[in-house]
């Protein structure tokens, strides 16, 4: 288990399962989502998406503990409050983050929205001291976002913000977006990215018993965009593992709901 002030590992049962090699180990940034922090909104598409009711982070203990909460909404007001100091200490959590993986003798992987959805390869500059060629000597440097800093650092995450698929990413970044058909524009939107750019899609299915129907055996199931094009690609089980940068491209990733979207009405849980 690694703890910092911004991220976390071995708290969340399917990065724990790691990859199907126990290649990689996974540290997670938990934020309050959307407006929560009343500081700003960390969720753009969540009012749209229609995704906050159901929100994982109300799903396990951060559903149970007040302090939990408490902590992660401290933690956004950071970030809202002075984000030069709360991308330095980024920084310092993933060095360490790095440090305990190499001990550990895995690979170190990181997903910065756990529960939000923030555009972390825009705006997001962030200062590293690395090595010259004297080893003595260490230059702070200044990095264009948090992955140019760490090139030995796979991330990763999952987004409603249909837009950023259409960005050429750092080749250590992997984005896959995340249905919902709680609104139609936001659904065929969603739909065509998926279809444009060949990125995966997530999709919550109502439970395991929905998922499993659809999942595994090159399967397939399909979207419908309101324009009549469909999205129809093999379904894999997303619950196996987290490491989505695993995947292979341009398929459907199953999900099941947990906590309270198992109740979830707005479309965002389909089945
Ligand atoms: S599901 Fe994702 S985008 Fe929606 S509110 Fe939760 S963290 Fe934000």
Known sequence: MFKSKTIRSGGNAKTIKGDKFGEYETAIMYLAPAAQSLLGNVCPMAATAGCEMGCLSKAGRAGMFNSIVEARIAKTRRYFRDRRQFMADLVKDIEAFVRYCQRKGVKPAVRLNGTSDIQWEVAHPCYRRIETSDPAQLNPACFLSIFHAFPEVQF??????????YRKLPANYSLTLSYSE???????AVLLAALDTETNIA??????????????????DSFGHSSGERLAREVIDGDETDM????????????????????????????
């Open 156 to 165: 990763y995450d999952y987004t409603k913000v249909y837009k950023r698929a």
């Open 182 to 188: 709680a609104n139609p524009a936001y659904r065929d």
């Open 203 to 220: 999709v919550v299915y109502r439970s395991k018993h929905v998922r499993d129907a659809v999942a595994g055996c090159g399967k397939v």
């Open 244 to 271: 989505r940068f695993t995947d292979p491209r341009g398929v459907i990733v199953g999900l099941y709901a947990k906590g309270p979207a198992k109740k979830d009405t707005s479309g965002f849980v389909v089945g």
